[in-house]
């Protein structure tokens, strides 16, 4: 079971702080968004958030640390060339020692796409991209010299050097929610984080997140592992990533209770799905010690990712809650 944090509208200095001491309180891992803005719930962002580059604030986790692993969930494979994003992640394996998890994914804030003039084509298109964009970065990776002719990438003899360090090559982690998505996580993820739905709607929506309850959580894992099967690949091999947007954590039952009864009215589920909804997770620390292990042999879930609150919820998390699940 991996633990991990997810960095947002933060400085340099707070990701090398937030990494050490993610390294010290027993966290496996510290992941980053790839967005010019980060977009709220039914569209707006504040235009003064932080959005440093992706890959540098990677970099930087990975030079304040020493065996914190480190990467994006997801990277947008729109805003890079599949050469330039194989050439900068295996560099960043290389800083990190062997640490990358190279998240990739379709792209979908049509904000972003809009205030830059980037292309921004329908979902179909995008995930063709990406399974295109993954054929060529996992060639460069892995091959001495790469030649490909697709819809949308074309190279020749295309040659990466050096090689990453991991070995055949850093575990790709593949973001998303949709069918589509889906399926190309059956056929190129090791880690499959499955999250709302934002393809084909292009934004954030209070209805797409209260839609991602128990039973569409668990349809949509079940649909990656028998997808992977289909294609002959060992459904088991893919690890089932769960990103938590919020964390509550209660002083007592009560209190916990009035907690998911605000967070079902705000997205218009009943409180006992909120408290069993993917994107939060919300009790005293054993309630949710008992939730995590639920999701895990229930979902099969062996990544939970945690967007990073503030520092004491951070410390209270990692030392009354995920230190005891799966005990």
């Not at 633990?3 to 947002?8: A, K, V």
Request: proline residues 5%.
């Amino acid at each position: 079971m991996e633990f991990g944090l997810f960095l947002m509208n933060v400085d340099f200095e707070t990701v090398r702080e937030s990494a050490r001491a993610a390294e010290e309180l027993g966290y496996h891992l510290v992941v980053f968004p790839d967005h010019f803005v980060h977009q709220t719930p039914g569209g707006g962002y504040d235009p003064h958030s932080l959005a440093h580059d992706a890959i540098l604030l990677a970099a930087a986790a990975a030079q304040a640390t020493r065996t914190l692993r480190i990467g994006h969930v997801v990277l947008c494979n729109l805003f890079r060339h599949p050469a330039v994003t194989a050439q900068a992640l295996m560099s960043l394996d290389h800083l990190s020692g062997g640490r990358l998890l190279a998240g990739l994914g379709a792209g979908w804030t049509e904000t972003e796409f809009q205030m830059t003039g980037i292309g921004f084509p329908d979902i179909g298109t995008r995930l063709r991209m990406l399974d295109e964009a993954l054929t060529c970065i996992r060639s460069l990776w892995t091959q001495e010299r790469t030649t490909f002719e697709g819809e949308f990438y074309r190279l020749n003899d295309a040659i990466l050097w050096p090689k990453p360090l991991q070995q055949p090559h850093p575990p790709i982690v593949i973001g998303g929610s949709g069918r589509g998505a889906l399926r190309l996580m059956a056929k190129h993820a090791d880690v499959a984080n499955i999250a709302v739905d934002t393809g084909k709607p292009a934004k954030l929506t209070l209805e797409g997140m209260g839609k991602i309850t128990d039973a569409a959580f668990r349809d949509r894992a079940d649909f990656v592992r028998a997808e992977a099967a289909r294609l002959g690949r060992d459904p088991n091999a893919i690890t089932i990533s769960n990103a938590i947007f919020a964390v509550m954590l209660a002083d007592s039952p009560a209190a916990a209770e009035a907690s998911a009864r605000e967070i079902g009215k705000t997205f218009g589920i009943p409180a006992d799905e909120a408290t069993r909804s993917a994107l939060f997770l919300i009790g005293t620390p054993q309630q949710c010690i008992a939730e995590l292990n639920r999701r895990a042999a229930e979902w099969g879930v062996g990544q939970f990712l945690f967007a990073a609150g503030n520092a004491e919820t951070t410390r209270r998390l990692a030392n009354e809650v995920l230190r005891h699940v799966g005990q």
